[in-house]
């Protein structure tokens, strides 16, 4: 990939001047422009942010609102000479109406600080500039009913704090000052929000605040060429693992209820007493004539009449409890409970119970690793692995509880064996056939218990039948019909039960015997000696005989079996 | 009337609906590339499943700005209004209640605006502001209208049979749902809203079991109420679905609709859910 240059960037002349800015105070003309080459800046930054979003809603677009929202509060330039304080309003007016997003949000509020502390201001100077921040960081505050830290609320303060403690008084050393105190901000954000830990990325809007003032800076530098690390360089592949990780998290808890309750006269003990019916985590903080209720309930509506019968509610919210959590302990400085001080994250440990699959044949292999089996073992070609092969797999999940799916019946008793040496708890189901043991993985459900899933599983895998079709090893009799060596046979539930002329004639009688109820789900899948014009013409042939019956089929890789069908 | 009632587009209410009942909806919008259009003003239901399939996109989605709300709440107050209630969509699934509350911070003189998280969507966020307008049309106050609308969100059940979770995932939205991924095998997937969120239910090899499940859920709900079934697309799978509930619960009304633009962006096509209301006790 080019590292830049002028052609990759064609939008950056029309922006940026030339020339480093002279350090004077700046003009009405030179903050608009400032502010439209932070927002081209963020344009092009956009695509890493969108990146690395995952608080609060990981919908990878925080980057894209920033940049919708900056773009959106810049006016055509003015025909006539405008003070700064004039431009600075029309930012934050225009703010409001573009904001896009939370983090959107959050920035229109910033530049209506920013602007409330310009308003009077002809011109502006770097103390200006900086208590101008300080301005835009408190808005922004205050517009929160729950301020989190970890995000660009964290990022704006430390640009603040850091632009007031500039060296120099003129606006570009105290710009500079900002974005190397927004930097280390944005560095710190996963320490204290631990959904970016877990993800392992920064805060997006607090990273958007750090490419505005990136920009902001090379406009008054008058830089024409970018500085290292940016657009799309600038996603790490690790952020977007990271991002897609969080998709996992979730809430233990059932609803937060909070309102404010006013009467005159209120006795706090008394309906942390009736709430404890309902709920937990209660908290009654406040006086005898305004309290602040909070319960987890999985009734809500309930909690509020609590309310109502007493007195006059204000401020209701009703709320998902993980999210909530942080930012509530955060605001009225309670201390957490017992209950509360769960982790504000699911660990990405090892899983409570893992799955251990016996399977052959590669596309076999493949659908079980898609599916998110722990572990798999290798059946080989005769479907037959050691116990030791089965106990080290079941070792290896590290997980107290497993499940061991054998998809043959001779490899029940070695699970078995194995399940016996483990030295945990282990279930293993009775799965004779591989499609067997992929309804059971469907029917995985890792929110649940180990003896939920067995049942889930093992009913999800007794509603499957399965065709073999293979040929004969010696000579057999079926039905009086005497079936030479080679020659092709079908099993149906392990039972020899048709033959054909061909392996496709023998697996079509077959399905004609199972008869699939209308709805039902048929798989075929295909073994490693078969081509695939093979499967195009028994594809046609089935859709002739069973014109309403959708089949699926699957490259199950599989030795000795050319066809393998199941109907469900 | 005193009390007004706001709602989000995510809503799903039929302009008739929330006419009648007096409802401002305000709009998210949703992006097909750069092309911006207003969820139910500029682009209906049909249209957009229409677009969704030929075009084979990811729609992007936004959430109103914090001016188009404080907007509504001053017009709103120019017409009499003393008190704004609004209810939007999960606040786990879109930023418009972020919008929504900072809009109400500052609200038009004279006029108390309260925002209700709904915790759900589409169906189920229309039911709550319906609940609210009925309060708000019996010359109720907020606080009742939200109370009204808050006994509803542990009364109700969306379970959605989707076709894909490609949407869900591209938007961000799938949430624990994750654990359904069909990997190599074509599958479908139910999930539910639970606690504001998209949750697993369970994953299902087979169209037309996704459909059976449905109709199992629904006739097992216990003091069940009503019914609302909802569809990104196919509308004759919800009818067929509607006249087999109508002959095992012919007592139990059942309603049938579409599922909006914006929350379509995230179902896909092809999608459809049920949602179960149980009857709320007036006692306790």
């Not at chain 2, 169906?123 to 606080?143: C, D, K, N």
Request: aromatic share 4%.
């Amino acid at each position: 990939m080019s590292t830049g240059g002028d052609a990759d960037r064609p939008s950056e002349k029309s922006v940026l001047t030339a020339d480093p800015h002279d350090n004077s105070p700046l003009t009405g003309a030179q903050i608009r422009e400032l502010f439209a080459a932070a927002a081209a800046w963020l344009e092009q930054n956009a695509a890493a942010i969108n990146a690395i979003n995952v608080f609060p809603v990981p919908d990878g677009d925080t980057g894209s609102n920033m940049a919708d929202t900056l773009r959106g509060t810049i006016d055509p330039p003015s025909t006539g000479e405008q003070s700064a304080g004039e431009v600075t309003a029309a930012l934050a007016r225009n703010a409001l109406m573009a904001a896009r997003g939370n983090s959107g949000v959050i920035l229109s509020q910033i530049l209506r600080g920013f602007a409330e502390a310009t308003a009077a201001m002809e011109r502006l100077d770097g103390p200006a500039i900086a208590k101008a921040l300080a301005a835009g960081s408190l808005a922004a505050y205050a517009a929160l009913e729950h301020p989190v830290e970890g995000t660009i609320l964290t990022v704006v303060r430390a640009a603040a704090e850091a632009a007031e403690k500039a060296e120099g008084a003129e606006p570009r050393s105290v710009l500079e000052a900002a974005l190397s105190g927004a930097r280390r901000a944005l560095a710190q954000t996963p320490d204290l929000l631990p959904v970016l830990k877990q993800a392992g990325v920064v805060d997006s809007g607090g990273y958007g605040l750090v490419v505005i003032l990136e920009g902001a800076v090379r406009f008054l530098r008058g830089e024409l060429q970018p500085e290292s690390g940016h657009a799309i360089e600038a996603i790490r592949p690790e952020w977007l693992e990271g991002t897609a990780a969080t998709h996992g998290s979730g809430s233990p808890f059932g609803y937060c209820t909070q309102y404010v309750l006013s009467a005159p006269t209120l006795d706090p003990a008394s309906i942390r007493e009736r709430l404890r019916a309902i709920g937990d985590s209660i908290l009654v903080v406040g006086d005898a004539t305004a309290l602040r209720v909070h319960i987890h309930t999985d009734d809500p509506g309930e909690a509020l009449k609590h309310g109502t019968r007493l007195g006059v509610l204000a401020g209701i919210k009703i709320d998902n409890m993980q999210a909530q959590y942080d930012r509530f302990t955060g605001d009225i400085g309670a201390s957490p409970t017992r209950d509360d001080a769960r982790p504000a994250t699911p660990t990405l440990a090892v899983p409570v119970i893992s799955t251990v699959v016996v399977i052959s044949g590669r596309g076999f292999t493949e659908i079980a690793g898609s599916l998110g089996t722990s572990r798999i073992v290798d059946g080989g070609q005769s479907m037959n692995p050691s116990v030791k092969e089965i106990l080290t797999a079941i070792e290896e999940t590290g997980s107290a509880q497993v499940i061991v799916l054998p998809n043959n019946k001779n490899v029940i008793l070695s699970a078995e064996q194995a399940a016996k040496l483990a030295g945990r708890e282990v279930a293993v189901l009775k799965t004779t056939s591989i499609p067997q043991g992929l309804s059971a993985l469907l029917a995985f459900n890792e929110e649940k218990g180990l003896k939920e899933n067995v049942i889930a599983m093992q009913s999800a895998a007794g509603a499957v039948r399965t065709v073999e079709v293979t040929r004969a090893a010696r000579p057999v009799q079926l039905n009086g019909v005497s079936v030479k060596e080679g020659e092709p046979i079908g099993l149906i539930d392990d039972v020899l039960a048709v033959t054909g002329d061909s392996p496709e004639e023998t697996l079509l009688t077959a399905l004609q015997r199972l008869a699939p109820a209308p709805g039902a789900a048929v798989a075929l899948y295909y073994g490693a000696s078969v081509q695939q014009e093979r499967v195009t013409v028994l594809q046609v042939r089935l859709h002739e005989r069973f014109p309403h019956q959708e089949v699926e089929t699957i490259a199950g890789g599989q030795p000795f079996y050319d066809y393998i069908l199941s109907v469900e | 009337m005193a009390l007004q009632i706001v709602t989000d587009s995510t809503a799903d209410l039929p302009d008739v609906v929330a006419r009648e009942l007096g409802i401002t909806v305000v709009p998210l919008t949703v992006f097909f590339g750069q092309e911006a259009l207003l969820d139910h003003v500029e682009i209906s239901s049909p249209e957009f499943y229409r677009r969704l399939v030929a075009e084979r996109g990811f729609p992007r989605t936004s959430q109103p700005s914090a001016g188009r709300f404080q907007q509504v709440y001053a017009d709103l107050a120019a017409l009499g209004a003393t008190e704004i209630l609004c209810i939007t969509i999960s606040s786990k699934l879109s930023g418009t209640l972020g919008s929504a509350r900072l809009a109400a911070s500052e609200p038009p003189p004279g006029c108390i605006v309260y925002t209700l998280d709904s915790l759900t969507v589409s169906g189920g966020l229309g039911m709550l502001a319906r609940a609210a307008a009925e309060v708000a049309a019996g010359g109720g106050t907020a606080l009742q209208a939200a109370e009204a609308a808050s006994r509803l969100i542990p009364r109700h059940q969306i379970t959605i049979m989707l076709d894909t979770l490609e949407y869900l995932r591209r938007g961000g939205r799938i949430g624990r749902a994750q654990a359904l991924v069909g990997g190599l095998l074509k599958i479908r997937p139910l999930v539910r809203i639970e606690g504001g969120e998209v949750t697993p239910l369970e994953r299902v090899r087979t169209r037309q079991r996704g459909i059976d499940r449905l109709f199992e859920i629904v006739t097992s709900t216990a003091e069940l109420d009503r019914v609302i079934l909802e569809h990104t697309g196919c509308e004759d799978d919800a009818a067929h679905l509607a006249a087999r509930l109508k002959a095992a619960l012919p007592d139990v009304p059942i309603e049938v609709g579409w599922i909006g633009p914006v929350v379509g962006a995230y179902a896909g096509p092809n999608g459809l859910g049920a949602i179960t209301i149980q009857r709320v006790s007036e006692a306790g």
